[in-house]
């Protein structure tokens, strides 16, 4: 059985960092690529980041380029967000979530249930 | 590449057939995969490549277009199928989803 469990969602003030883990099982972690979507409270899905099964392909959203890095550790079977120079607007409930594909121009088609990251003073 | 669906919101009732449309700024090809979410759990993929029914999905749940235009439709509306619905291209990065339709009843 596919399993996703994120963690590491908290509350945290601006401008600091926290960094988001996956742990993944049921399936050859190594062999698909990997992604980071959040939704806003009363806002629709967004796309975070996305890598590919070999870390070589890694992309962004643009409301997070530069602030945020995403990793894999095969070793670990996990998936990370490192997110640095937190706003209040990226305060949401974070999903990892498994692409069906290597590369992240596939489809999305499993998701965990989500770490909730909350950024206020 | 941006996507809008409409309506944002609709009402039916158990029984209707219901029409999701979701329009891409450009072409996507057939790179548009349908998403049901329900507040407080995971969202579930229904459809991949504008028609394709994942494993587990039930038959009246279908989706058709191509390019920039696509329809999501549930025919024969059950209480389980209450909830948001998104599409999203995958054609490329950055992926983007649209802004979802609540179906409420």
């Known amino acids: 059985e596919v399993q996703l469990v994120e963690s590491g969602g908290t509350l945290v003030e601006p401008g600091r960092s926290l960094r988001l883990s996956c742990a993944a099982s049921?399936?050859?972690?190594?062999?698909?690529?990997m992604h980071w979507v959040r939704q806003s409270p009363g806002k629709g899905l967004e796309w975070v980041s996305g890598?590919?099964?070999?870390?070589?392909?890694?992309d962004y959203g643009d409301s997070v380029k530069g602030r945020f890095i995403i990793s894999r550790d095969s070793a670990k079977n996990s998936l990370y967000l490192q997110m640095n120079s937190l706003r209040v607007e990226d305060t949401a409930l974070y999903f990892c979530?498994?692409?069906?594909?290597?590369?992240?121009?596939?489809?999305?088609?499993?998701w965990g249930q989500g770490t909730r990251v909350t950024v206020s003073s | 590449i941006q996507m809008t669906q409409s309506p944002s919101s609709l009402s039916a009732s158990v029984g209707d057939t219901v029409t999701i449309t979701c329009r891409a700024s450009?072409?996507?090809?057939?790179?548009l995969n349908w998403y049901q979410h329900k507040q407080g759990k995971a969202p579930n993929l229904l459809i991949y490549?504008?028609?394709s029914l994942q494993f587990g999905v039930p038959s009246r749940f279908s989706g058709s277009g191509s390019d920039t235009d696509f329809t999501l439709t549930i025919s024969g509306l059950q209480p389980e199928d209450f909830a948001t619905y998104y599409c999203q291209q995958s054609y490329r990065t950055p992926l983007t989803f649209g802004g979802g339709t609540k179906v409420e009843i």
């Open positions: 890598i590919s099964w070999n870390g070589d392909s890694i």
């Open positions: 490549a504008t028609s």
């Open positions: 979530a498994k692409d069906r594909a290597k590369v992240t121009t596939s489809w999305i088609d499993f």
């Open positions: 450009q072409t996507v090809t057939y790179y």
């Open positions: 049921g399936f050859n972690f190594d062999d698909y690529a």
